[in-house]
């Protein structure tokens, strides 16, 4: 039984795709349906013990289906172990079948007696005079909104003070795309099984599904190679190899030269932030193309970066020359200095780093490249594909393939559990990062962070790949110190540390 994310498995499937996983033992591997079932419920069982040691008194609520299969085994379990178990059928008893209600009627055997759950009762006083309470509603499956009687329990369970464990995923969470469906479960912990799923680890799932662990119920190695998955999970442990050595005769001319192009008048910061970021990742040069009230400000404060004053396109040529990665749209502003710029990179042919309002002018005038790495957040992807951030929200995996089959390249959309597309069709979601990170300049410094990645020779979808880790690893250690008050700037030292293998 995996427990955090460094041993959790890297590779996440659609909910589909775990139901076929399911089907594959069952029927190719000869596993029976119900030992699958035995062992998810003594595995969630394990996983409540292990987390509350002391608890004393649970309610296990049911719903109708293969989850609620495994409640009923979880409870016949902390029933034998003389628990006081508060047993709750959710839905209508009538549609318990196959594995499920053969699970019901042991329980019910070794004495414990479900209680219906009727619609429209005050069930929350009920349910706090416990320890924990497991959330067997709803399982994997759900595909429309969660009304009536669903809605009702899983508020009452929200509203309660009490720490729930949810049984493969909190009940009400899209399986695939980490979508509220109405209402979920905010459960404290969730046990996994067979497969993970790829919603708990982006958008509103990271939230809703606490401490994620897995267990892969002794399936065979083989029944997991029978389905390909395109989507893994990515952690800087993953990828520090990426990051090799350094040879003692090297020089900066070996690192790459990283040219910055933002900041119009009343935006230095988040030029500035962009272009310290990659000098910490290492790139060998950077330049930064600004402002004209700007570039002795930025040089003053940060003596590394060359700061140059640009008041038309023309005069960047020169700096394009020299620069072998252009990172484009920190403070670039929407007039017709930061357009005319876009304008003038994209006539190049190097390798770009396109954020912020560079997103937004190629949003107006969409063109495809293979060249470039796109990193929108919510609201910039959502004008990329002309609909609303709450699209963008509602599926961000298929938001990202989406903005990487138009505009080409690799699409890194930002958020929680931050989302890599690339140009091969891999997905990926990088499993770390905090709340802290939502605060100005974040990602103005995840774009300097990959450009001074991509500057150092590595390919485009490997430095979106790290650079994504690097940032939020940065991020969760600078937030030790707590994750309000987290500024872009704090990551900087941490920065500097997680590339040279320091990890804390």
């Not at 041993?7 to 029976?32: G, N």
């Not at 009923?72 to 059928?89: F, G, M, S």
């Not at 974040?442 to 990959?450: A, E, F, H, N, P």
């Amino acid at each position: 039984m995996s427990s955090d994310k460094t041993s959790l498995p890297k590779t996440l499937y659609l909910s589909a795709q775990v139901r076929e996983l399911d089907r594959i033992a069952i029927e190719e591997f000869s596993i029976p349906s119900m030992t699958l079932m035995e062992n998810a419920g003594a595995s969630a069982y394990q996983l409540m013990r292990s987390k509350w040691p002391d608890a004393k008194c649970i309610h296990v609520l049911c719903g109708p289906g293969n989850n609620g299969g495994d409640g009923y085994i979880l409870a016949r379990l902390a029933n034998e172990d003389d628990l006081l178990v508060k047993l709750h059928q959710v839905g209508n008893h009538e549609k318990l079948s196959g594995d499920a209600l053969q699970a019901a009627e042991r329980c019910i055997t070794s004495g414990l007696e479900p209680v219906q759950y009727a619609f429209g009762h005050d069930f929350g006083g009920k349910l706090n005079d416990c320890d924990v309470i497991v959330d067997a509603l709803l399982g994997t499956g759900l595909d429309r909104e969660v009304t009536g009687q669903w809605q009702e329990v899983i508020n009452t369970i929200n509203r309660c003070d009490i720490p729930v464990l949810s049984l493969d995923i909190p009940s009400g969470l899209n399986a695939d795309t980490g979508r509220v469906m109405g209402c979920a479960v905010h459960a404290k912990a969730t046990m996994t099984f067979i497969g993970l799923k790829q919603g708990l680890f982006t958008g509103q799932g990271v939230e809703y599904a606490g401490d994620v662990h897995f267990d892969k119920l002794d399936v065979p190695d083989g029944v997991l190679t029978k389905i390909v998955s395109m989507t893994k999970r990515i952690t800087l442990d993953d990828l520090q190899s990426l990051l090799k050595p350094r040879s003692k005769s090297s020089h900066k001319g070996n690192y790459g030269h990283v040219l910055v192009v933002g900041g119009d008048q009343g935006f230095a910061g988040a030029a500035r932030l962009s272009a310290e970021a990659a000098a910490r990742t290492g790139a060998g040069l950077v330049s930064l193309a600004t402002h004209a009230n700007h570039a002795a400000l930025i040089t003053m404060g940060v003596p590394e970066i060359m700061a140059h004053s640009i008041e038309n396109s023309i005069e960047i040529k020169p700096l394009l020359g020299k620069a072998s990665v252009v990172a484009i749209g920190p403070g670039l502003g929407q007039s017709t200095w930061g357009s005319s710029l876009f304008s003038k990179v994209l006539e190049g042919k190097l390798p770009l780093v396109v954020d912020a309002d560079a997103l937004n002018i190629l949003a107006r005038e969409p063109v495809s490249s293979d060249r470039w790495i796109l990193t929108p957040h919510p609201g910039e992807a959502a004008r990329l594909l002309n609909c609303e951030p709450r699209d963008i929200q509602s599926d961000r995996v298929s938001a990202a393939s989406e903005i990487q089959k138009k505009y080409g390249g690799i699409v890194v959309l930002k958020g929680s559990g931050s989302i890599i597309a690339d140009d091969e069709g891999n997905i990926s979601i990088c499993s770390e990062g905090n709340p802290g990170m939502a605060s100005g300049g974040m990602g103005d410094v995840l774009t300097g962070i990959i450009a001074g990645l991509s500057a150092q020779g590595l390919e485009k979808g490997d430095a979106a790949r790290l650079g994504v880790c690097i940032h939020a690893a940065a991020a969760d250690n600078a937030a030790v110190d707590g994750e309000r008050g987290l500024l872009a700037s704090d990551l900087m030292p941490w920065i500097r540390r997680l590339v040279s293998g320091h990890p804390s």
